[in-house]
């Protein structure tokens, strides 16, 4: 079981916005602005998008963006594409013992 | 360039031992800390555990102390994994991943992964 609560699936038809939610505890996600998401795709090796919960590194589309509330923290896709589809997982940092803990993943389907 | 080169993929049986390596270039390998990332068959990620390679400073997850062991020689720019004796549960695919501290800093670049099947 992870650390951090992701839904399993979202979806959303190109165009459209979908947000995925990341709950964890006031010892990760809430204790710290250190959220980041990663996208995966099918084979490849994860892709960082979001860092301290809103940031995109460069070369990241501003459609992604990244927010947080109390111990959730959210993953915004707006103008959803075919190239977005693909597994996103969250991850914080969750103290000197534990470092950094990911959630589950959420495998986001484009219809 | 930033790159994580990990070595192939490996196939071993029950019992044996394993040394999988990552290799960095495009960037001071002794500034930045590594970190290996499980991910078992259809399931997500989980951090095994850090080094620095510029002191050797390592760190382990909870679950993976005793373990794994994780090594670095600066010299070669080059992190290692190392399992003694590996179990059927440790067929997964490692990856690498660099990151620029100990605290929250993400992991910005990774490498390609290492699949590690173990099977009798």
């Known amino acids: 079981q992870s650390a951090l609560t992701q839904p399993p699936s979202a979806s959303g038809s190109p165009g459209q916005s979908v947000t995925i939610s990341c709950t964890g505890t006031?010892?990760?996600?809430?204790?710290?602005?250190?959220v980041s998401w990663y996208q995966q795709h099918p084979g490849k090796a994860p892709k960082l998008m979001i860092y301290?919960?809103?940031k995109r590194p460069s070369g990241v589309p501003d459609r992604f963006s990244g927010s947080k509330s109390g111990n959730t923290a959210s993953l915004t896709v707006s103008g959803l594409q075919a190239e977005d589809e693909a597994d996103y997982y969250c991850?914080?940092?969750?103290?000197?013992?534990?470092?950094?803990?990911f959630g589950g993943g959420t495998r986001l389907t484009v219809l | 360039e930033v790159q994580l080169v990990q070595s192939g993929a490996e196939v071993k049986k029950p019992g044996e031992s394993l040394k999988i390596s990552c290799k960095g270039s495009?960037?001071?390998?002794?500034?930045?800390?590594i970190a290996w990332v499980r991910q078992m068959p259809g399931k997500g990620l989980e951090c095994m555990g850090i080094?620095?390679?510029?002191?050797?400073?390592?760190r382990y997850g909870p679950s993976f102390q005793g373990q794994v062991t994780i090594s670095a020689d600066k010299s070669i720019s080059t992190a290692y994994l190392r399992w003694s004796s590996l179990k059927a549960s440790d067929t997964a695919m490692y990856y690498c991943?660099?990151?620029?501290?100990?605290?929250?800093?993400?992991?910005?670049?990774w490498g390609q992964g290492t699949l590690v099947t173990v099977s009798s």
């Open positions: 080094i620095y390679p510029g002191d050797s400073e390592i």
């Open positions: 991850s914080s940092y969750a103290g000197r013992n534990n470092f950094k803990v």
């Open positions: 301290e919960v809103s």
């Open positions: 006031s010892s990760d996600v809430g204790g710290f602005n250190y």
């Open positions: 991943a660099r990151h620029t501290d100990d605290y929250g800093a993400p992991f910005d670049y």
């Open positions: 495009g960037y001071s390998f002794t500034t930045y800390w």
